[in-house]
């Protein structure tokens, strides 16, 4: 079996093109992944997903841990098999979903004691149970066990938590093992404290992953505290490993990220925004819930080779999401995946060509200055 790999095709100012490869296939970066987070992208075939140019999936232990269980799927064949998805799946550790969904937590150093927010049942997870889950559910890209507090937070309370989720990275590192074709990332933390996220980056590239996560952000910082996070987070990571910025998924994020060096992404936005009646389009965010759309012929995008704009009109959508129809969100999620995507390859390829800066100078002047007509 093959093993896991990364190269740099091009760089651009910190942005960087290239590809991971893995025995289940490649990962073209900068990558964005659809969530599956209980075994499925919702409203949508995983035929369909990888028709709009998704390479990966993202998995979640602590629902997948929940309902149907890991032993569950192990039992079934896999994750891959048990949702019909053949490439590659990263799947995060749990860790953001014990400290954010849980009820009744308890951490220790040891791990997090808690009680299920689907029925109230106990459960128990550290980082050799995360290990454990991630092996039996066979993802192809594991995530180290990690603490992430929310922001705003005291620097004592975000130097506590991030020396805990470096001692719990070690043990995740040691549960592991060698695992020959599967990889773990690490995941950075230190809240916005620059020094903080400096240490953390030292003591994981001691420890040793095939790939480097910047964790804790997203959680409420804003986007100005963010990037300018990642103004030097990214910096810290080791250059010839993945980078990986978990959680965020904006499009403007996104181009943001690119720019300052990271990798890949994920976020539900593209379907949770597409099951509220919300597009993402080169034009801007169109809410297809207005009145105004009622009797609109035009497609969504008209330069948008999707499903929902080839073949219905934002008066079909209206009318569809209104109704509460099962196909509105179907068609406003394959829209919103087909966008996100797209917007990858053409980040993909102005790296390429070296205009990095005349792309992103074109995606901010169509989203701030378009025409409204259009939305």
């Avoid at 098999?81 to 150093?109: C, H, Y």
């Amino acid at each position: 079996m093959s093993r896991f790999s990364f190269t740099i095709a091009a760089t651009d100012g910190k942005a960087r093109t290239g590809q991971i490869d893995t025995p289940r296939g490649e990962i073209r970066t900068p990558a964005f992944m659809p969530v599956g987070t209980a075994a499925t992208v919702k409203a949508m075939l995983p035929e369909n997903v990888r028709a709009t140019g998704a390479d990966i999936l993202l998995g979640n232990t602590y629902h997948l841990m929940l309902r149907p269980g890991a032993e569950r799927v192990a039992n079934l064949g896999g994750l891959h098999k048990f949702m019909n998805w053949d490439r590659p799946i990263l799947t995060d550790s749990g860790g953001f979903q014990v400290m954010s969904l849980a009820d009744l937590r308890k951490m220790s150093e040891e791990g997090v004691r808690f009680k299920s927010h689907i029925d109230g049942s106990e459960h128990f997870l550290s980082p050799e149970r995360s290990m454990e889950i991630q092996k039996l559910l066979g993802s192809d890209i594991v995530m180290c066990f990690d603490e992430c507090p929310a922001l705003p937070a005291d620097r004592p309370a975000i130097e506590k938590s991030m020396e805990l989720s470096m001692r719990w990275a070690q043990r995740s590192r040691d549960a592991f093992g060698d695992r020959p074709g599967h990889a773990l990332f690490g995941i950075q933390q230190g809240g916005l404290e620059q020094d903080l996220r400096a240490r953390s980056a030292e003591a994981l590239t001691a420890i040793g992953f095939d790939g480097y996560a910047v964790g804790g952000l997203a959680v409420g910082e804003g986007q100005d505290a963010m990037f300018g996070c990642l103004d030097y987070a990214p910096d810290q990571l080791p250059a010839d490993k993945p980078r990986y910025l978990m959680g965020v998924g904006k499009p403007d994020d996104i181009v943001g990220a690119v720019q300052r060096g990271i990798d890949m992404f994920d976020c539900v936005l593209p379907s949770r925004s597409g099951r509220t009646g919300q597009a993402q389009t080169r034009f801007g965010q169109v809410n297809i819930r207005n009145a105004r759309h009622a009797d609109d012929p035009r497609p969504l995008d008209p330069e948008c080779t999707c499903p929902a704009c080839s073949n219905y009109s934002r008066a079909y959508l209206h009318h569809v999401n209104k109704a509460q129809e099962i196909i509105a969100s179907m068609l406003l999620t394959w829209h919103n995946l087909h966008y996100y995507q797209e917007l990858m390859q053409g980040l993909r390829d102005a790296i390429s060509a070296g205009n990095l800066d005349d792309f992103v100078a074109a995606f901010h002047a169509r989203r701030a200055d378009g025409d409204m007509e259009r939305l």
